[in-house]
């Protein structure tokens, strides 16, 4: 801790030089004020940072590869009105969590506001808990993104050689080659990561506009009124509301991970202003995005029992093969969802590695000199980072024994996250009904930001209680949603370590907070 304070004091009294090292001014004097040192290199910019975003959202994307769990609760009515839902409660959670990112842009994310924000008495406990859910939450994000892409592109073999039987096996070694692909962007080209994410931003507003059209001009049209007004209960909870409150984790995840850029802060130029900014951008871009391809697939879906129960494994692929009526052409549309789910998980990586080098660096997991250490010349946390990949290797084997287990792991981020945000927007929201001042910042809600705190919260206690619902009502154990025992197991062992020895070693950030510059 005084290491911290001395090398950011001694930063701190040279003349501020702006520079992709240092960042700007503003830069050098966030991490002076939060005790830290720079020593990632700040290479992202607006675009960068708002392409980065984009893609690890990737809104349109999972409303096609999440299309199936809509369809069987609530249906296309349900769908739509529950998306629409979903965007009104997570924009009130992206505009909190935006402004909380602009008074401290730091890696450490939830766990750092937690530390600042909660109440005196409960900041070091709360905070510990808040870095451990992150630490689930996007850990358990990288294979989960790897086996989305592995699984399409089972789906894919399937749509073009119908006698192949997929194994699990062959999801596991995908996933290891999806997870690999990753690595070498966020070690080799680590540098040139910037420069990827806008390009792959273009390939994500064109690849949307190339199904959009096809499917607008050779799909089969359903009558809006049946399409609006298509609300059922096809897994059988016997009451169409519930089936769609249950149908709503489909846009949960499409939406979730507005966080992601604020672990990338520390390489973002001129974070406080640039951050919130992109944060907002990237919701609104996505949501549009994701409504208007959901109503186009729905408009488009063509026979439902037969796109439900299609062999490729994901309706969106049946649906552009019953468009195209054409292999081929079914292929090139479906890859592009493909190509993107694996960028998107070389930005899950480096999400997780910055969250767990941050969180390591405050002594807060076992091993934390080793995980946040950068190395001189990759200006990166390199052993977060093959962490992190090793993490993800471990759990796809997993899905070898058992892919009920290995699901019910990887759709744990969904959970931890939302409960992570709950947590450091309701500090936010006490100290705002208490009358305590605030930290300055670059983008504020105002008098507004009581009632759109107070609103976040509420969304998320309804978003996190469905999180752990399964698909069906009364199901066999190979489909129950087990994440609410992994989760609970997980937090009970975060207690443990804490007890045993994490409150000896965890202080929380605001221990390293130059107080004389928080106000």
């Known amino acids: 801790m005084t290491h911290l304070r001395d090398s950011a004091s001694a930063e701190s009294q040279e003349d501020p030089v702006i520079s992709e090292k240092k960042g700007t001014a503003d830069d050098q004097k966030d991490m002076h004020r939060m005790g830290k040192v ?49 965007v009104v409660g997570m924009g009130f959670v992206i505009v909190s969590m935006a402004e909380m990112a602009s008074m401290a842009p730091t890696s450490g994310g939830q766990y750092h506001w937690v530390s600042e924000f909660a109440p005196k008495e409960h900041q070091k406990f709360l905070s510990y808990i808040v870095g451990w859910l992150c630490v689930l939450g996007w850990q358990t994000g990288i294979p989960s993104v790897g086996y989305l892409a592995g699984t399409q592109i089972q789906g894919l073999i399937v749509l073009n050689n119908a006698s192949y039987v997929p194994e699990r096996w062959h999801g596991t070694l995908l996933v290891t080659a999806v997870a690999s692909f990753s690595i070498i962007f966020n070690t080799l080209l680590a540098r040139k990561l910037p420069l990827v994410e806008g390009t792959v931003l273009v390939l994500h507003i064109f690849g949307f506009f190339a199904i959009f059209i096809t499917l607008w001009v050779l799909a089969p049209r359903t009558p809006a009124s049946e399409v609006f007004g298509g609300f059922q209960d096809n897994a059988g909870w016997g009451n169409v509301g519930l089936a769609c409150l249950v149908g709503q984790l489909a846009p949960i995840f499409s939406l979730l991970g507005s966080d992601a850029a604020t672990h990338m802060s520390e390489e973002l130029r001129d974070a406080s202003y640039t951050l919130p900014r992109a944060m907002i951008w990237t919701a609104i871009s996505n949501s549009t995005l994701g409504f208007l391809m959901l109503v186009t697939l729905c408009v488009c879906l063509g026979d439902v029992e037969s796109v439900i129960s299609t062999p490729t494994g994901y309706p969106h692929i049946q649906v552009f093969y019953n468009a195209t009526q054409s292999t081929a052409g079914a292929t090139v549309l479906a890859s592009i969802t493909v190509i993107m789910a694996i960028f998107g998980c070389v930005n899950n990586v480096a999400t997780s590695s910055r969250q767990l080098f941050a969180f390591a660096r405050d002594h807060g997991i076992p091993f934390g000199r080793f995980l946040s250490r950068v190395h001189p010349g990759w200006d990166i946390p390199l052993n977060s980072v093959l962490v992190s990949f090793t993490i993800a290797i471990l759990l796809s084997l997993i899905n070898i024994g058992s892919t009920v287990a290995f699901n019910s792991i990887a759709s744990l981020g969904t959970c931890a996250l939302l409960s992570s945000y709950i947590i450091s927007i309701s500090c936010m929201f006490v100290k705002r009904w208490r009358g305590e001042p605030l930290l300055p910042s670059r983008f504020r809600l105002g008098k507004a930001g009581i009632w759109v705190n107070g609103i976040s919260v509420l969304y998320l206690i309804v978003a996190f209680v469905f999180s752990f619902f399964p698909s069906f009502p009364h199901p066999a154990p190979d489909l129950m949603n087990w994440n609410i025992l992994i989760y609970g197991v997980v937090v009970i062992f975060s207690l443990a370590y804490f007890i045993a020895k994490g409150r000896k070693q965890y202080v929380g950030p605001v221990e390293y907070i130059n107080k004389n510059l928080s106000t």
């Open 38 to 86: 720079q020593e990632l290199r700040r290479n992202f910019r607006f675009v960068s940072i708002f392409g980065y975003s984009m893609i690890l959202m990737a809104t349109w994307e999972t409303c096609l590869t999440t299309l199936i769990i809509p369809l069987l609760n609530g249906g296309t009515g349900g769908a739509i009105f529950v998306f629409l839902g979903t």
